[in-house]
């Protein structure tokens, strides 16, 4: 009897925090995220730039179409000092994305500071590697 208490009080717990929207599946984008489709094939990103406004959560998903890229964006907007509180902050630490052709990975951050970010490909893809790059504008 004990056990049924505590697994009704864990499902019960549960149940509020779904309806206080404190849980939700790990890819279901919240009600207030920009979700932006973003793909990565030979020496591109499409589309870019990208628009964003000034506070809004943002969801890249980004998708390899014909073999693995990379995805690194800076963090302070393009000419910027690169000290004090980064203009774009991530949901992960990571630094490098790395996307596998035809395995979508959603990159999350929030757009704090108006600017312009370039975005690269992080990991080599071939010739024109060096020139596969991409902006992200936070209009304010």
Do not use: W
């Amino acid at each position: 009897m004990r056990i049924a208490k505590g697994i009704f009080a864990v499902v019960l717990a549960g149940g509020f925090c779904v309806a206080a929207g404190l849980a939700r599946p790990a890819n279901a984008p919240q009600a207030d995220v920009k979700v932006i489709e973003v793909t990565a094939k030979k020496y591109e990103f499409n589309p870019s730039p990208i628009h964003v406004k000034q506070g809004a959560r943002v969801q890249l998903k980004i998708t390899a179409t014909d073999h693995t890229h990379g995805f690194k964006i800076n963090l302070y907007p393009d000419g910027a000092p690169t000290t004090g509180d980064p203009g774009i902050v991530f949901t992960t630490k990571e630094d490098c994305f790395e996307i596998k052709q035809g395995a979508p990975v959603v990159v999350e951050f929030v757009a704090h500071t108006p600017g312009t970010y370039t975005f690269k490909c992080c990991k080599h893809c071939g010739l024109g590697h060096g020139g596969m790059k991409g902006q992200l504008v936070v209009e304010p």
